[in-house]
């Protein structure tokens, strides 16, 4: 069996993403979109169990799906997705001295993020997902 296509494209899709984070944050580097994108994952990832965590890992184009499971541990568990801008706080105090992010950061990034996934699927997920996680990926 060959290797998969998603596997072949994988660092090309992941720049193409990092660009269009960049562009969509008007941020200066790819590093910074890295960033950005980085704690966007993870301040998501915080608010789901282990079950939830690998389904929602299986959406995401390869590269994203290992940024999004890196370092993960149990212990980072946070219940609930909060109200306001708490959750644009956390994101900013992810990697805060290297983090531009500002306070657009969740929609842009996961607006980014809906185009190179399957939304059917990624919605059906999200409607299983604890109370607040649809809202995160459609601000």
């Given at each position: 069996?060959?290797?998969?296509?998603?596997?072949?494209?994988?660092?090309?899709?992941?720049?193409?993403?990092?660009?269009?984070?960049?562009?969509?944050?008007?941020?200066?580097?790819?590093?910074?979109?890295?960033?950005?994108?980085?704690?966007?994952l993870i301040v998501f990832r915080r608010r789901l169990g282990p079950a939830q965590i690998l389904a929602f890992a299986a959406l995401l184009p390869p590269v994203v799906r290992a940024v999004f499971v890196a370092d993960w541990t149990k212990d980072e568990f946070v219940p609930g997705f909060g109200i306001g801008d708490a959750l644009a706080d956390e994101v900013k105090a992810v990697r805060r001295h290297h983090n531009f992010s500002g306070d657009h950061a969740i929609p842009e990034v996961t607006s980014v993020l809906r185009a190179h996934m399957d939304v059917g699927t990624l919605d059906t997920l999200l409607a299983s997902l604890p109370e607040g996680a649809r809202q995160f990926w459609s601000r």
């Open positions: 069996m060959p290797m998969p296509q998603e596997y072949q494209r994988a660092s090309p899709v992941f720049d193409g993403i990092l660009t269009e984070v960049r562009d969509k944050l008007d941020l200066a580097t790819r590093n910074q979109a890295y960033t950005a994108l980085q704690s966007v």
